[in-house]
T-cell receptor, first 109, second 118 residues
């Protein structure tokens, strides 16, 4: 069956460093991959979408890569700030979207 | 900006009650979705709708039904609430129509309803 894996352990990063989150998937060949941010008690908020024929996408301090051979996406936040602390979800799908369970990111001041 | 509004942030109901969760979106989106989110299980799709009066089962539809009488409103109904339906419920909408939901457009979420069944 289709499976998405994100680091279940929280990620602690020092302020100013680059945070890198991983999303791996199996038994799937998605045409698109999305990343969302979720704050406690709130709904997820869309950040970036990358297509299978795009290797990399950037938006301000965010960068997403999509490697269809490795079946992996990396999500980078450069010059991280405490306000970036949240849970980050990857989502992929062709016909129906499937969400990963998310990785909690803590940016330490 | 797209606004997805869920009628209640917190709700407490008793087992056996019929529970209605309401969701309204203001951007004329064709697709609407209901998810539940539980610790360790992530977001799970309950039902979605790609048009008025149309609905499709998601991954965990048992014990739930939905109603979409108007394009902007999508209701989730717990026919006879049980304690295992205690959860955070999230509604979302997206722009592109498609029977599968379509993933090439972002989903816009409401802030959720935290439902407790006692």
């Amino acid at each position: 069956s289709q499976k998405i894996e994100q680091n279940s352990e929280a990620l602690n990063i020092q302020e100013g460093k680059t945070a890198t989150l991983t999303c791996n998937y199996t038994n799937y060949s998605p045409a698109y991959l999305q990343w969302y941010r979720q704050d406690p008690g709130r709904g997820p908020v869309f950040l970036l979408l990358i297509r299978e024929n795009e290797k990399e996408k950037r938006k301000e301090r965010l960068k997403v890569t999509f490697d269809t051979t490795l079946k992996q996406s990396l999500f980078h936040i450069t010059a991280s700030q405490p306000a970036d602390s949240a849970t980050y979800l990857c989502a992929l799908g062709d016909d129906k979207i499937i969400f990963g369970k998310g990785t909690r990111l803590h940016i330490l001041p | 900006d797209v606004k997805v509004t869920q009628s209640s942030r917190y709700l407490v109901k008793r087992t056996g009650e019929k529970v209605f969760l309401e969701c309204v979106q203001d951007m004329d989106h064709e697709n609407m979705f209901w998810y539940r989110q539980d610790p360790g299980l992530g977001l799970r799709l309950i039902y979605f709708s790609y048009d008025v009066k149309m609905k499709e089962k998601g991954d965990i539809p048992e014990g739930y039904s939905v109603s979409r009488e108007k394009k902007e409103r999508f209701s989730l109904i717990l026919e006879s609430a049980s304690t295992n339906q205690t959860s955070m419920y999230l509604c979302a909408s997206s722009l592109i129509p498609g029977q599968g939901g379509g993933s090439n457009q972002p989903q816009h979420f409401g802030d959720g309803t935290r439902l407790s069944i006692l």
